[in-house]
């Protein structure tokens, strides 16, 4: 059922034909592959800063936390917290280090690319591994994001899904098609503000209008004390669980390629800040969001009927309900926005890892390159065909996989990246072993659910201690690669670096 008006849909438009102007105005920027698959590594703190969180905040954000704290109460924000924790540690103490390493590591351009130059791998296995777990686990991502997309088109304007499907996924494909990386980055700016405005003025508006804090909170707390609760039906497995999402962070391609982009090291701390600011608003008003709207929905149930139908559209709902109609086409456009930020980021992930871990590696190592950033664009074209055709049952069983594939991430390349950076004595064989053993822990934890404890925890241990175990077996280091790796620690060492960051 088409439940928008003209000036929602206006809005929609407008929205939809401002990111196609950005690609394109990231087209004209593109000179090469580097400037394709990592913006040529010119991006300012506050591009670097709000890209790194819109490509990481999806649909979830605007929709699934509200709707989970909607139905749970304050309970549900634990993940939120252990979110919150991870990104602050990722950013305190991976993304400069990071930046620096690849940059000496051969220029790295993708996350396979590093794990390959940073161990002299000429037998390019961490490369291909590598690869494969991003194009695995990310196409079944875009399918996710396809499908999110295709959802809100169907909602908004009473389309049919498959027809959602071609319209939601063709928005997104068409500026990362046309301009890359600085493209994606550049409309995730715009798109991240979107969101932390809607996020802000949303919550604001509920507690408005039922009175203030105080009298909306005591709302909250008549319909069900439970709701105030930080422990209701969490068990200690169940805290740390939540928590433990915080982990993937470490391991996130979408998230570290954007302080790999970075202008330069002085460029971190400020993204630091920016990024961490935007997130823990941006998060606090979803649960806010959520929150209030117990109160709000429990005094005026004859406009309960959307959200008792579905929790995650609590958001929806309000901005429709308690907004000017041009205001809230500019609020539900912030959905979109958070699903194209993060489908875009993915896509171009897959794109960059076909062109230059697979094509430039084993293809055409000389081919010139206009013809590199022609085929990641096709590559683009292809990874999201592949995610339209998986997106095409939106009850396929593959989109369950999604669930897992961020403690995949995590476990995989989380402690790969964190004792790559700080440990000098790490070894080829123990990146492999560390990277099979946490993807196949989590593949394994998952189906067997044992002690109910998310998937990404006992992977990332075992995995961190399964590089560590080989690499200790192993024949030490070459000497060219301890000796890039105590040139990246002296520049980080050095007090310009280590006051700035």
């Known amino acids: 059922m088409q439940i928008t008006s003209a000036p929602v849909t206006i809005m929609f438009v407008v929205y939809i034909l401002a990111m196609l102007l950005i690609g394109w105005l990231g087209y004209r920027a ?61 950013w305190r103490f991976i993304a400069a280090r990071l930046r620096v390493h690849t940059e000496h590591a051969g220029n790295a351009l993708t996350l396979p690319d590093f794990f390959s130059n940073r161990f002299e791998d000429r037998s390019n296995l961490l490369r291909i591994v590598s690869a494969l777990v991003i194009l695995v686990f990310f196409t079944l991502y875009c399918a996710s994001g396809v499908v999110a997309g295709a959802r809100l088109f169907e909602s908004m304007f ?129 649960v806010a969001v959520g929150f209030f709207g117990i109160a709000y929905f429990a005094a005026n149930p004859g406009q309960a009927a959307g959200v008792n139908a579905n929790a995650e559209r609590v958001f929806v709902e309000l901005g429709l309900i308690l907004f000017n109609p041009w205001i809230a086409g500019m609020l539900l456009a912030a959905i979109l926005a958070a699903v194209m930020s993060t489908l875009s980021a993915q896509l171009l992930v897959c794109s960059s890892s076909l062109t230059q871990d697979i094509y430039k590696t084993f293809v ?23 995610a339209i055709w998986l997106a095409w049952n939106p009850d396929s069983r593959v ?32 990146a492999l072993a ?12 998952n189906h067997y659910a044992w002690f109910g404890l998310y998937e990404i925890i006992p992977g990332f ?14 024949r030490e280091p070459p000497g060219s690669v301890t000796g890039v790796f105590d040139q990246v620690q002296a520049e980080m060492r050095s007090p310009g670096v280590r006051e700035n960051v």
């Open 30 to 90: 593109t000179h090469d592959l580097s400037d394709y698959i990592l913006g040529g590594r010119k991006l300012g703190a506050f591009v670097v800063a709000l890209a790194a969180g819109a490509s990481d905040m999806s649909g979830w954000l605007l929709m699934g936390l509200p709707g989970a704290v909607y139905t749970e109460g304050i309970s549900a924000s634990w993940i939120a917290i252990g979110l919150t924790i991870g990104a602050y540690l990722n």
């Open 158 to 286: 009473g389309m049919s899904y498959p027809s959602a499907v071609w319209l939601g996924a063709f928005c997104t494909i068409a500026y990362v098609f046309i301009g890359g990386f600085l493209a994606v980055s550049w409309t995730d700016t715009i798109q991240a503000s979107l969101m932390f405005t809607a996020l802000v003025l949303a919550p604001l508006m509920v507690i408005h209008s039922l009175g203030g804090l105080g009298d909306s909170t005591q709302a909250v707390a008549s319909v069900s004390p439970q709701h105030l609760d930080m422990f209701r039906g969490m068990s200690t497995i169940g805290v740390i669980s939540l928590l433990g999402w915080g982990l993937g962070y470490f391991g996130q391609p979408h998230i570290l390629v954007r302080f790999m982009a970075a202008e330069s090291l002085r460029t971190i701390p400020n993204a630091r800040r920016i990024s961490m600011t935007w997130m823990i608003l941006c998060l606090a008003g979803a």
């Open 461 to 474: 241990i075992l995995g961190a201690l399964a590089i560590v175990l080989v690499s200790l077996a192993d």
């Open 434 to 445: 560390g990277m099979i053993v946490g993807a196949v822990v989590v593949l394994v934890w």
């Open 364 to 386: 055409r190592r000389d081919a010139p390159q206009r013809e590199l950033v022609w085929f990641g664009r096709a590559m683009v074209l292809a990874v999201a065909l592949v």
């Open 399 to 430: 989109l369950s996989m999604v669930s897992y594939a961020w403690a995949g991430f995590g476990a995989a390349f989380g402690p790969v990246v964190i004792l790559s950076l700080v440990w000098r004595r790490m070894t080829r064989n123990g």
